[in-house]
């Protein structure tokens, strides 16, 4: 990023008010909790454009240590009491991300990332959306602080999409719409934050609703 982009940017975060609102909105332009696997690392030795895009990852090998400070700072406001909606793109895919923190009595959750990203893809079979369908973004806990992150990855799909949040009375709910040849689907999902969580995979899939075209 940069010394005064991360100046800013910690400024902002610092002057987060959680009496002012608990909720706010981080948007990056590739993922910040989707990892790939090693397979997708070993892949990028055979070809130059999926090494290309590996190496624009904030995962990646040269991007790891701004990355684990990333999220320390998303971890910070947390801490204070307040509530991250990360929304990303890039992968050509739509997708939703929890991301709890391991404490004494049960998981809290630390944040939401969502990927809406497609409407001007011209296909969706690329590497990215492949390691999307298969499964292969890693959720192996991030270790931080003394404190262990887990990634819980509920729906995720390679079609044309786009997304939204919704704030009611100070409560988020994130939608994501994705389109067909045989229609389109709203995935309406409300933001768990407190008490015994529900499997995000499930609850995504309640969320399921067909949109009725004029």
Not at 31 to 42: D, G, K, L, S
Not at 67 to 76: Q, T
């Amino acid at each position: 990023l940069g010394a005064e982009q991360w100046r800013v940017l910690r400024a902002w975060f610092a002057g987060l008010d959680p009496k002012k609102s608990r909720n706010y909105v981080l948007v990056s332009s590739v993922p910040i909790f989707y990892r790939v696997a090693e397979r997708a690392n070993i892949a990028a030795s055979f070809s130059d454009e999926i090494r290309d895009d590996l190496l624009d990852t904030w995962t990646s090998e040269p991007n790891a240590p701004e990355w684990k400070e990333l999220v320390n700072e998303i971890v910070i406001p947390w801490e204070r009491g307040l509530r991250a909606i990360i929304v990303s793109g890039d992968y050509h895919m739509s997708s939703v991300c929890r991301i709890t923190a391991r404490t004494e009595a049960e998981p809290k959750v630390v944040a939401y990332e969502i990927i809406t990203s497609g409407l001007a893809a011209e296909a969706y079979g690329g590497w990215k959306q492949k390691m999307g369908r298969d499964g292969l973004f890693i959720d192996d806990p991030i270790e931080l602080r003394g404190r262990m992150l887990d990634c819980e990855f509920g729906h995720s799909d390679t079609l044309p999409n786009f997304g939204g949040i919704e704030f009611v009375r100070g409560e988020p709910t994130v939608s994501i719409f994705e389109t067909t040849e045989e229609g389109s689907t709203q995935y309406k999902v409300p933001l768990q934050w407190e008490g015994q969580l529900q499997d995000l995979e499930d609850l995504t899939k309640r969320a399921e609703r067909p949109i009725s075209a004029p």
